[in-house]
C-alpha cells in the first residue's frame, strides 16, 4: 500500500471537511460595513443594478444614487415631492429608475437622466390610497401592491418600462380581510414568482401569502395591528416547477427583539410551513436570497445571515436596517436604513 496515496472515500471525507471549514471561516469573517449616515433621511427602498450601480430612496422626496459601489453618493431631492415618502425604488441602470410615494396622493415617477429630472407617470388619489411595494420581472413589466380600499387590496402593472401603469379592475383584485394590510417596511412584501406571476404578504390581523387570488395562511405571529409579514424573498422564482424555495419573515415592530414566529420558510411553494431551528435575532423586515441556501435578514436590532437556506441564523451585525438587497449582476449585499444609514456585506 503507498502511504502517500489517499482512497476515494478518505478524498471524499477530506473535500467535505475542507468545505465545512471554508463555510464555517467565512460565517465567522461576515460583518457590515458602513458606507454612509447621519443625513437624517429614513431609507426604505434600495435597488442594486449591479456591484457599482446603487440607488435608495426615503422620505423628505430623497433620492440617492452611487456609480462606484457605494464610495461616494449623489443625494437629490425631487422637485415638487419634498415632503414625499418614496418607500421602493427600482433602477435599470445609471440613468433609468423607478420610485413610488406612498399616500394620498399616490405617485410613481420615473427618471432616464440620472435624477437630474423626475417625470410623474401615475397619480391616484382616491381616499385611502396607500402604496407598499413594487416588483419587476424584468425592465418591462412591473408590478405595485397598495393597501385594501372597499375590501380589496389594490393593484397597477406596467408594461413598458413604468412610462404608464393600468389598474386591475376591482373585481379582479384580492379580497383582504378584516384588519388585513401590507407593510411599506421595505419594498419587499411584493415578489416575482415566475416568468409571469407575483406572490405577495399581508400582515396586522391576519397574515396570509396571495399566490393570484389564493390566499394561504401564514404560521407567522400575527393579531395586532403592528404584528405579521413584512417581507418575503423567492428563489428559482423562474423555474415554473412546483418546487419553489420562499422564506417570509416579521414579528412584531413594536417588540423588535422578540423572536416570537418571527420567521418560516417553505420548499414547496406555501403548501406547507417550516419555522427554523435558530431563528432571526428578533423583529425583521427585509430577507434577502444570495444563493440557493445563503439569505440575509435586517430589522431594527440588526442583521442575520443564514447558510443552510434559512434553519439556523447567525447575528452578525446589531446595526439598525430597513431594506436589504442583493446586486442583480453582481455579488453585493447592500443594507439601508434609518438617518441615510447605507451598509455593505464584507464576506
Same mark, same amino acid.
Given at each position: ?149 372597499? $375590501?380589496?387590496?389594490? *393593484?397597477?402593472? &406596467?408594461? /413598458? !418600462? #413604468?412610462?404608464? @401603469?393600468?389598474? +386591475? ?129 435586517? $430589522?431594527?436590532?440588526? *442583521?442575520?445571515? &443564514?447558510? /443552510? !437556506? #434559512?434553519?439556523? @441564523?447567525?447575528? +452578525? ?31
Amino acid at each position: 500500500m503507498n502511504n502517500n496515496k489517499l482512497s476515494l472515500p478518505r478524498i471524499f471525507l477530506l473535500t467535505i471537511c475542507i468545505t465545512i471549514s471554508f463555510n464555517v471561516i467565512a460565517q465567522q469573517r461576515l460583518s457590515v460595513e458602513i458606507l454612509t449616515s447621519g443625513n437624517g433621511i429614513s431609507l426604505r427602498g434600495l435597488s442594486v443594478v449591479n456591484d457599482n450601480v446603487i440607488w435608495v430612496s426615503g422620505n423628505k422626496g430623497t433620492v440617492g444614487r452611487s456609480n462606484n459601489g457605494g464610495k461616494t453618493w449623489n443625494w437629490m431631492t425631487v422637485k415638487g415631492f419634498e415632503k414625499t415618502d418614496f418607500r421602493d425604488i427600482e433602477a435599470f441602470d445609471g440613468a433609468t429608475a423607478v420610485i413610488m410615494a406612498i399616500a394620498e396622493p399616490a405617485y410613481i415617477l420615473k427618471t432616464t437622466d440620472g435624477g437630474a429630472t423626475w417625470k410623474v407617470v401615475y397619480e391616484n388619489k382616491t381616499k385611502g390610497m396607500f402604496l407598499d411595494a413594487m416588483e419587476f420581472w424584468n425592465e418591462q413589466a412591473g408590478i405595485v401592491i397598495g393597501d385594501p380600499i372597499n $375590501g380589496r387590496f389594490f *393593484v397597477t402593472r &406596467t408594461f /413598458d !418600462g #413604468g412610462n404608464t @401603469w393600468q389598474d +386591475i379592475p376591482f373585481a379582479n383584485r384580492p379580497v383582504a380581510d378584516s384588519g388585513e394590510a401590507c407593510f411599506a417596511a421595505s419594498g419587499t412584501n411584493i415578489r416575482a414568482l415566475d416568468r409571469d406571476e407575483a406572490v405577495f404578504i399581508t400582515g396586522g390581523l391576519k397574515s396570509r401569502l396571495f399566490i393570484r387570488d389564493t390566499p394561504i395562511p401564514l404560521p407567522i405571529l400575527q393579531g395586532q395591528e403592528t404584528t405579521g409579514a413584512n417581507s418575503l424573498a423567492v428563489w428559482d422564482k423562474l423555474k415554473l416547477s412546483g418546487g419553489k424555495r420562499l422564506i417570509v419573515v416579521g414579528g412584531d415592530f413594536n417588540n423588535p427583539t422578540s423572536t416570537d414566529k418571527n420567521c418560516f420558510y417553505t420548499t414547496n411553494g406555501g403548501k406547507s410551513w417550516l419555522a427554523p431551528n435558530k431563528p432571526p435575532h428578533g423583529y425583521r423586515s427585509c430577507v434577502e436570497y444570495f444563493s440557493k441556501t445563503d439569505l440575509f435578514s435586517c $430589522g431594527l436590532n440588526g *442583521v442575520d445571515f &443564514t447558510h /443552510d !437556506g #434559512g434553519k439556523n @441564523w447567525k447575528w +452578525i451585525s446589531k446595526e439598525s436596517f430597513h431594506v436589504v438587497r442583493a446586486s442583480k449582476l453582481g455579488a453585493a449585499i447592500f443594507l439601508a436604513g434609518a438617518d441615510g444609514k447605507i451598509g455593505k456585506i464584507v464576506w
